[in-house]
């Protein structure tokens, strides 16, 4: 079976990894990321691939011939989405796609079907903050709503703040726009949900940990088995999928967790980043990116495989100033027996840019455990501290 692959952003070896132990050939079009998978296809076409940019036509004729189209970069779900509609092949459907693609198509496409959210405005210029602030809202948050990864998402408390903030928002969004929305309080936690024809075949819950300088960064992920999704927040996903009128997709929702009661925040129709497909295998038995290539490919999904642990969990380090050494991982892994993996994702020589995203981070160390969830989140924070006292940055936070 052959798979065509629109764009893969940074860090997702393990979905190529795991389309080879499958054994698919796989075609990655991209020309824009930075994520060097180039060896690990069977063919590699340097284009363009972004929602804005890509030829969608071009990259229709160059998928011609294989069974499935799919993507691993957010800013190419509408041009995947829509090359596979033109080559009849199954994908989340393009309406979805474009609704993922926009946090303010999310809210408008919630409110008409009654999901509940915070208040929100889009934002095209300051006076849109005048106005949202001018209305009683104390805390809010301001950010991009077509970036990922936490890019320039701020929380500001008067309109003051808002102004100062808003130019930073509108550099980083493709479209020049914002949206400015009611902070929520309650844990925050994502939903990785397998849709098929519209209906939820599978979900987990996996808790997050943010902070950092805008709050906001993602700092930790964890994946516990005894812990899924409840009849409340399983019903918001059942819900979304029929708003967004999602086909088949692996599916990604963001919500907040406010005395049982969830409201969702954001989503998009891919797998989640930041190592969470990994922590939803190792606890769950379940591989997001087989899953993802069966529903490209309209074949059945696979069989749960026997899970290795009970609990698992990935920490990032947040740091900053110049790097002085690298780091290899035998330095850091010695006694800590539950962490699996260790990695700096800044070289030596490197000057850490501003923590204002989370491909600022600097680091980060995954691991599973059998039984005790707080010796295992002991020691990866042990090896998230050792990793940046190592690298030579003393202010990791």
């Known amino acids: 079976m052959r798979l065509f692959v629109i764009g893969a952003d940074p860090r997702r070896e393990w979905a190529f990894s795991t389309w080879l132990r499958a054994g698919l050939s796989v075609t990655l079009a991209d020309g824009v990321s930075a994520g060097g998978f180039e060896h ?16 969608v036509e071009s990259l229709a004729r160059m998928a011609l011939g294989h069974d499935g189209v799919t993507t691993l970069a957010e800013g190419s779900l509408i041009t995947a989405a829509t090359v596979a509609r033109e080559l009849g092949l199954p994908g989340p459907g ?46 809010a948050v301001l950010k991009p709503p077509d970036a ?37 309080p309650g844990a925050e936690a994502s939903v990785e949900a397998v849709v098929r024809g519209g209906e939820l075949a599978f979900s987990s819950l996996t808790r997050k940990q943010t902070g950092g300088p805008t709050g906001f ?33 692996i599916l990604h929702v963001e919500v907040k967790l406010d005395d ?15 190592y969470i497909t990994e922590l939803v295998s190792a606890v769950h038995g379940r591989d997001l990116y087989l899953d993802q290539a069966h529903l490209a490919l309209g074949q059945p999904l696979a069989a749960d495989h026997p899970p290795p642990a009970r609990r698992a969990e990935v920490r990032f380090l947040l740091a900053s100033g110049i790097v002085r050494r690298n780091v290899a991982p035998v330095e850091v892994l010695a006694g800590l027996p539950d962490v699996k ?43 998230v501290t050792d990793l940046g006292k190592l690298m030579g940055t003393p202010e990791s936070a």
Not at 226 to 242: F, K, Q
């Open 40 to 55: 690990a296809v069977d063919r590699f076409h340097p284009v363009e691939v972004r929602d804005e940019k890509a030829d």
């Open 94 to 139: 393009v309406g979805a796609a474009r609704i993922a693609r926009s946090k303010i198509s999310q809210r408008w496409a919630g409110q008409r079907h009654g999901l509940t959210g915070p208040r929100h405005s889009a934002v095209t210029g300051p006076d849109d903050l005048v106005r949202f602030f001018a209305a009683g809202v104390q805390a």
């Open 148 to 184: 990922s990864a936490s890019a320039a998402v701020f929380a500001v408390h008067n309109v003051e703040e808002a102004l100062d903030r808003w130019p930073r928002v509108r550099a980083i969004s493709p479209s020049r726009t914002g949206i400015v929305e009611e902070y929520l």
């Open 217 to 249: 960064l993602e700092v930790a992920h964890t994946t516990d088995q005894a812990e899924r999704p409840d009849a409340a927040v399983s019903a918001l996903v059942r819900d979304l999928i029929a708003a967004w009128q999602i086909e088949s997709a």
């Open 260 to 274: 049982g009661r969830p409201v969702l925040l954001e989503g998009t129709v891919r797998p989640a980043g930041d």
């Open 341 to 383: 993996i260790v990695r700096q994702l800044a070289a030596a020589g490197c000057r850490l840019p501003p923590l204002t995203a989370n491909w600022a981070r600097a680091g980060y160390a995954l691991g599973w455990s059998t039984d005790d969830g707080e010796s295992l989140t002991g020691q990866l924070r042990t090896a």
